[in-house]
Protein backbone atom coordinates (compact mmCIF):
# COMPACT_ATOMS: atom_id res chain seq x y z
CA UNK A 1 0.00 0.00 0.00
CA UNK A 2 1.38 3.47 -1.16
CA UNK A 3 0.20 5.95 1.75
CA UNK A 4 -0.06 9.49 0.22
CA UNK A 5 0.52 12.12 3.18
CA UNK A 6 -2.14 14.52 3.45
CA UNK A 7 -1.06 17.35 6.05
CA UNK A 8 -3.10 20.20 4.83
CA UNK A 9 -1.18 21.55 2.27
CA UNK A 10 -0.59 19.40 -1.00
CA UNK A 11 -2.38 18.31 -3.71
CA UNK A 12 -3.09 15.13 -2.59
CA UNK A 13 -6.06 13.85 -4.46
CA UNK A 14 -4.12 14.76 -8.08
CA UNK A 15 -1.03 12.30 -6.99
CA UNK A 16 -3.47 9.62 -6.07
CA UNK A 17 -5.42 9.77 -8.83
CA UNK A 18 -2.18 9.74 -11.44
CA UNK A 19 -1.21 6.90 -9.12
CA UNK A 20 -4.62 5.07 -10.07
CA UNK A 21 -4.12 5.73 -13.70
CA UNK A 22 -1.00 3.37 -13.04
CA UNK A 23 -3.16 0.70 -11.80
CA UNK A 24 -2.12 1.62 -8.05
CA UNK A 25 -4.42 2.31 -5.64
CA UNK A 26 -2.93 4.54 -2.26
CA UNK A 27 -4.37 5.81 0.48
CA UNK A 28 -4.44 9.63 1.94
CA UNK A 29 -3.90 9.44 5.37
CA UNK A 30 -2.76 11.36 8.39
CA UNK A 31 -2.77 8.81 10.59
CA UNK A 32 0.20 7.44 11.43
CA UNK A 33 -1.13 3.72 12.22
CA UNK A 34 -1.39 3.23 8.39
CA UNK A 35 2.16 5.00 7.68
CA UNK A 36 3.23 2.33 9.94
CA UNK A 37 1.59 0.08 7.26
CA UNK A 38 2.72 1.11 4.17
CA UNK A 39 4.98 -0.28 2.24
CA UNK A 40 5.70 3.57 0.42
CA UNK A 41 4.97 7.05 1.03
CA UNK A 42 4.57 10.06 -0.88
CA UNK A 43 4.94 13.60 0.22
CA UNK A 44 3.15 15.93 -1.84
CA UNK A 45 3.00 19.70 -0.83
CA UNK A 46 2.39 23.31 -2.18
CA UNK A 47 2.73 26.80 -0.38
CA UNK A 48 5.59 27.70 1.98
CA UNK A 49 8.35 26.08 3.11
CA UNK A 50 7.93 27.36 6.92
CA UNK A 51 3.94 26.81 6.53
CA UNK A 52 4.38 23.28 5.40
CA UNK A 53 6.89 22.41 7.90
CA UNK A 54 4.23 23.79 10.60
CA UNK A 55 1.25 22.16 9.12
CA UNK A 56 3.67 18.32 9.18
CA UNK A 57 5.11 19.49 12.91
CA UNK A 58 1.34 19.73 13.87
CA UNK A 59 0.08 16.62 11.84
CA UNK A 60 1.60 13.82 14.82
CA UNK A 61 3.04 12.01 11.68
CA UNK A 62 6.88 13.16 11.82
CA UNK A 63 7.68 10.34 14.53
CA UNK A 64 6.16 7.82 12.22
CA UNK A 65 7.87 9.10 9.07
CA UNK A 66 11.09 9.61 10.86
CA UNK A 67 11.00 5.87 11.91
CA UNK A 68 9.70 4.55 8.85
CA UNK A 69 12.05 6.60 6.35
CA UNK A 70 15.22 6.56 8.41
CA UNK A 71 15.31 3.58 10.35
CA UNK A 72 13.08 1.22 8.15
CA UNK A 73 14.16 2.54 4.86
CA UNK A 74 10.92 2.58 3.35
CA UNK A 75 10.96 4.23 -0.18
CA UNK A 76 9.34 8.08 -0.06
CA UNK A 77 8.60 10.12 -3.04
CA UNK A 78 8.50 14.26 -1.88
CA UNK A 79 7.27 16.07 -4.83
CA UNK A 80 7.10 19.98 -4.81
CA UNK A 81 7.19 21.66 -1.55
CA UNK A 82 6.99 17.94 -0.40
CA UNK A 83 10.50 16.91 -1.62
CA UNK A 84 11.87 20.38 -0.12
CA UNK A 85 10.95 19.77 3.31
CA UNK A 86 13.54 16.94 2.79
CA UNK A 87 16.01 19.85 3.50
CA UNK A 88 17.71 21.09 6.60
CA UNK A 89 16.14 24.73 5.82
CA UNK A 90 15.04 26.94 3.28
CA UNK A 91 15.83 30.90 2.21
CA UNK A 92 11.95 31.12 1.96
CA UNK A 93 11.16 30.68 5.81
CA UNK A 94 12.96 30.24 9.46
CA UNK A 95 12.18 26.45 10.30
CA UNK A 96 14.29 23.82 10.00
CA UNK A 97 13.90 21.40 7.48
CA UNK A 98 13.59 17.43 8.00
CA UNK A 99 17.54 17.08 7.70
CA UNK A 100 17.16 14.38 5.57
CA UNK A 101 18.66 15.41 2.43
CA UNK A 102 21.94 17.48 3.34
CA UNK A 103 20.94 20.80 1.37
CA UNK A 104 19.01 23.76 1.63
CA UNK A 105 16.49 25.28 -0.78
CA UNK A 106 17.63 28.69 -2.60
CA UNK A 107 15.75 30.93 -4.57
CA UNK A 108 16.16 31.43 -8.16
CA UNK A 109 18.91 34.13 -8.45
CA UNK A 110 19.31 36.39 -11.47
CA UNK A 111 20.88 39.38 -10.12
CA UNK A 112 23.48 38.77 -12.28
CA UNK A 113 21.49 38.20 -15.35
CA UNK A 114 21.00 41.10 -18.31
CA UNK A 115 17.78 39.10 -18.91
CA UNK A 116 16.27 38.43 -15.61
CA UNK A 117 13.28 35.52 -15.82
CA UNK A 118 10.25 35.89 -13.99
CA UNK A 119 9.63 34.18 -11.15
CA UNK A 120 8.29 31.68 -10.33
CA UNK A 121 9.15 29.15 -13.19
CA UNK A 122 6.56 28.22 -14.35
CA UNK A 123 4.97 25.64 -17.13
CA UNK A 124 6.87 22.51 -18.82
CA UNK A 125 11.29 21.86 -18.99
CA UNK A 126 13.36 19.57 -19.85
CA UNK A 127 14.99 17.40 -17.40
CA UNK A 128 18.38 15.48 -17.52
CA UNK A 129 19.46 12.96 -15.79
CA UNK A 130 23.14 12.82 -13.40
CA UNK A 131 22.82 9.60 -13.11
CA UNK A 132 20.74 6.31 -13.91
CA UNK A 133 17.83 5.67 -11.21
CA UNK A 134 14.40 3.25 -11.28
CA UNK A 135 12.54 6.62 -10.76
CA UNK A 136 13.57 7.38 -14.32
CA UNK A 137 13.43 4.19 -16.53
CA UNK A 138 11.05 3.84 -19.21
CA UNK A 139 10.17 7.57 -18.91
CA UNK A 140 9.51 9.41 -22.85
CA UNK A 141 12.95 11.09 -23.68
CA UNK A 142 13.53 13.96 -23.93
CA UNK A 143 12.21 14.35 -20.56
CA UNK A 144 9.69 17.20 -19.64
CA UNK A 145 7.79 17.84 -16.56
CA UNK A 146 5.57 20.58 -15.40
CA UNK A 147 6.94 22.94 -13.13
CA UNK A 148 5.91 25.80 -10.40
CA UNK A 149 8.35 26.91 -8.53
CA UNK A 150 10.80 29.74 -6.91
CA UNK A 151 12.61 27.91 -5.31
CA UNK A 152 15.26 24.70 -5.56
CA UNK A 153 17.56 22.69 -4.20
CA UNK A 154 21.29 23.47 -3.18
CA UNK A 155 23.19 20.35 -2.50
CA UNK A 156 26.12 19.83 0.05
CA UNK A 157 26.33 16.56 -0.32
CA UNK A 158 26.53 16.20 -5.22
CA UNK A 159 25.77 12.70 -4.60
CA UNK A 160 22.12 13.51 -3.39
CA UNK A 161 22.23 15.08 -7.45
CA UNK A 162 19.95 13.09 -9.31
CA UNK A 163 18.74 15.35 -12.44
CA UNK A 164 18.93 18.63 -12.99
CA UNK A 165 16.50 20.95 -15.58
CA UNK A 166 17.11 24.75 -16.65
CA UNK A 167 16.31 28.22 -16.14
CA UNK A 168 18.29 30.72 -16.71
CA UNK A 169 21.28 28.65 -14.92
CA UNK A 170 20.89 24.78 -14.03
CA UNK A 171 19.19 23.95 -11.33
CA UNK A 172 18.75 20.80 -9.20
CA UNK A 173 15.31 19.41 -9.72
CA UNK A 174 15.60 15.65 -8.26
CA UNK A 175 17.52 14.65 -5.35
CA UNK A 176 18.08 10.95 -4.35
CA UNK A 177 19.88 9.60 -0.90
CA UNK A 178 18.99 5.56 -0.49
CA UNK A 179 15.64 4.84 -0.11
CA UNK A 180 15.08 9.21 -0.25
CA UNK A 181 13.68 10.45 -3.57
CA UNK A 182 12.17 14.10 -4.04
CA UNK A 183 11.34 15.97 -7.03
CA UNK A 184 10.87 19.73 -7.73
CA UNK A 185 8.70 19.17 -10.87
CA UNK A 186 4.73 18.18 -10.45
CA UNK A 187 4.76 13.89 -11.85
CA UNK A 188 1.24 14.39 -11.43
CA UNK A 189 0.47 17.28 -13.86
CA UNK A 190 3.11 15.92 -16.33
CA UNK A 191 1.13 13.66 -18.24
CA UNK A 192 2.62 10.41 -19.57
CA UNK A 193 6.22 11.55 -18.06
CA UNK A 194 4.91 11.96 -14.66
CA UNK A 195 2.53 8.75 -15.02
CA UNK A 196 5.39 6.55 -15.59
CA UNK A 197 7.43 8.12 -13.07
CA UNK A 198 4.97 7.26 -10.40
CA UNK A 199 4.70 3.83 -12.39
CA UNK A 200 7.89 3.15 -11.79
CA UNK A 201 8.01 4.93 -7.84
CA UNK A 202 5.41 2.18 -7.43
CA UNK A 203 6.88 -0.69 -8.94
CA UNK A 204 10.59 -0.19 -9.23
CA UNK A 205 11.67 2.02 -6.07
Known sequence: MIAVIDYGIGNVKSVANMLRKTGHDSQITSDPLVVEQADKIILP???????????????????????????????????????????????????????????????????????????????????????????????????RFYFVHSYHYACNDKSNILATSHYGYSFTCAVVRNNIMGVQFHPEKSHKHGMQMLRNFAERC
Open 45 to 143: GVGAFDAGMEQLNQSGLLDALNRRVLKENTPILGVCLGAQLFANSSEEGVKAGLGWIDSNVVKFDFSESDKPLKIPHMGWNYVNLDKKHPLFEGVPEPM
